[in-house]
């Protein structure tokens, strides 16, 4: 049996069965990430003993009859998640040696349902970026194609799935960064509605935008993993009280009188032929099993991008002030408090200095209103156009990103046409929906291509079953990377 | 919209980012292409719209107000680049 081509759900119904131990297939992953991740670079740090000692206390669980939706399962987290004793970098060379004196609310829930952690993986810093490329450590590269990006900022995360190096992965989508690496991937990503997962103990990068997310290889399991760290946390108060639904349960496959809403927007100018075909035929292929579609549009898609880019800087700005070589990470001694903290502060990244500069203009004196203030009421107009569309329709069907996955280097210079990668991904981002990618098709390269479904607020079941149907019905998923 | 180098400078004084010369030039052409995009939302008549700054409507959200364990100190200075007496230590701001 090769254990790491299982899925996360056909490993749990293996360890259930006594097929293998978790002990087998944590030393199976490890084994396969000093095998290949020198060359993909999924991982920035790698907790094999940590690993070995949760998968043996989680074999002591499933002996006992214990079941949850992960235990014993390998997973990994993106390295913006805080890990107790565990390096923690956020892909930034300002938290080198950082090491989070407490876990996450998600590290918590996990550590509780006995997934073993893996390790930690590698992200645009800060999580500002589409392609992993902007890591200050190393750029991780595509299983699928290694001259290729994995998309990002959750490029480490979703190379790590795709590679069969973890099980399921946690990223973190702000403006796209689960759902675009998974379309590059050819993986399962979910971004839930916001506040539906707890951000307590996650670096933040854009306060209102910042959501944990799942990645599996099928929907199942990003079901799976969301059923463990879906929830209210009173410690994060943007949290969402709301019950949260059975989501496996939820997996019906019947999609009959589904009504899906098809928005030109997403369909305009820079949009890659076979991602066009791939996405058309998919909406083709979920009428068949039942559901209706209509023309929607979302008028306001074109003002999404530049209010993003005021509104996520914005918020990043004032969030990276605390990087001042205080109370963590590296100090660079200047001639007095302030040249110590701007010469600190000169370890961030060249598209972190371009973010926070760009969000310090926005708020900055006799600018705040032109800018930031004019994006929030563009925000209102976003939310409206989406109000309206969940008025007539379940689900929203798009392509997740224009273009399927890009060459390294390729955009590093440009950040317009970097920021462009995540066009279709981020008006989830300002809305209150959710929305999920999954794998339709390969273009003539053999690159994988994303089909988005958005969702209203809270309607990640719905979501996941519209996307789950699509799976059934076709075999996308079911390819590995050739790595 | 385009920026200036000195309004760049000023800039990266309000964020306390030290720049080079070159970093200076490449951040004042790439921020004023970013903002000449941007700038395409003052195509909206917005007059009549009132901002939203958060994507789930929730409002004056409270917990109770009870003691609950904290870090430890040892736990909260241990990633300090410099502590003295259980404190975080830095030059000084003030000089007598």
Known sequence: MDLSALTLTELRRALRAGETTSVAVTQAMLDRIVAVDNDVRSYLTVTDELALEQAAAADARLARGEETPVLGVPVALKDIICTAGVETTAGSKILEGY????????????????????????????????ST??????????????????????????????????????????????????SFCNLVGLRPTYGRVSRWGVIAFA????????????????????????????????????????????LTGDIAGLRIGVPAEYFGEGLQPAVREAVGNA????????????????????????AYYLIAPAEASANLA??????????????????????????????VKRRIMLGTYALSAGYYDAYYGQALKVRTLIQRDFAAAFARVDVIATPTSPTTAFRLGERADDP???????????????????????????????????????????????????????????????????? | ???????????????????????????????????????????????????????????????????????????????APETAEGQFRLQAILEE
Request: proline letters at 7%; charged letters at 20%; hydrophobic letters at 45%.
């Open chain 1, 416 to 483: 317009l046409s970097m920021y462009l990668a995540d066009i279709y991904t981020l008006p989830v981002n300002l809305s209150a929906g959710c929305g999920l990618s999954l794998p339709c098709g390969f273009d003539e390269a053999g690159l994988p291509i994303g089909l988005q479904l958005i969702g209203d607020t809270l309607a990640e079941a719905t979501v996941l079953n519209a996307a789950y149907a699509y799976e059934q019905a076709t075999a996308w998923h079911r390819h590995l990377a050739p790595i």
């Open chain 1, 133 to 182: 490329e902007n890591s200050a450590y190393f750029p991780t590269r595509n299983p699928w194609d290694l001259d290729r990006v994995p998309g990002g900022s959750s490029g480490g995360s979703a190379a790590a799935v795709a590679g069969r190096m973890a099980y399921a992965a946690l990223g973190t989508d702000t403006g796209g960064s689960v759902r675009q690496p998974a």
């Open chain 1, 207 to 250: 306060s209102s935008l910042d959501q944990i997310s799942p990645f599996g290889r099928t929907v199942a399991d990003c079901a799976a993993l969301l059923q463990v760290v879906a929830g209210h946390d009173p410690r994060d108060s943007t949290s969402l009280p709301e019950p949260v639904p059975d989501y496996e349960a939820a």
């Open chain 1, 322 to 351: 605390r990087y001042d070589g205080v109370r963590f990470g590296p100090r660079v001694v200047g001639a007095d408090v302030i040249d110590t903290l701007k010469q600190t502060r000169a370890l961030f990244g060249p598209e």
């Open chain 2, 1 to 79: 919209m385009s920026l200036s180098e000195s309004e760049v400078a000023r800039i990266a004084h309000l964020a306390r980012l030290a720049l080079t010369e070159a970093e200076l030039v490449a951040y004042q052409n790439q921020l004023s292409a970013v903002l000449a995009h941007v700038e395409m939302i003052g195509q909206l008549d917005l007059r009549d719209v009132l901002p939203t700054t958060h994507a789930v409507r929730r409002e004056n959200v409270v917990r109770d107000d009870v003691v609950r364990p904290s870090l430890d100190p040892a736990d909260a200075l241990f990633n």
């Open chain 1, 99 to 130: 090491t989070p004196p407490y876990d996450a609310f998600v590290t918590r829930r996990l550590a509780a349902a006995g997934a073993v952690l893996l390790g930690k993986t590698n992200t645009d810093e800060f999580a500002m970026g589409s």
């Open chain 1, 283 to 306: 909406i083709d292929e979920l009428v068949a099993l039942g559901a209706s579609v209509e023309a929607i549009s979302l008028p306001h898609t074109p003002y999404a991008l530049p």
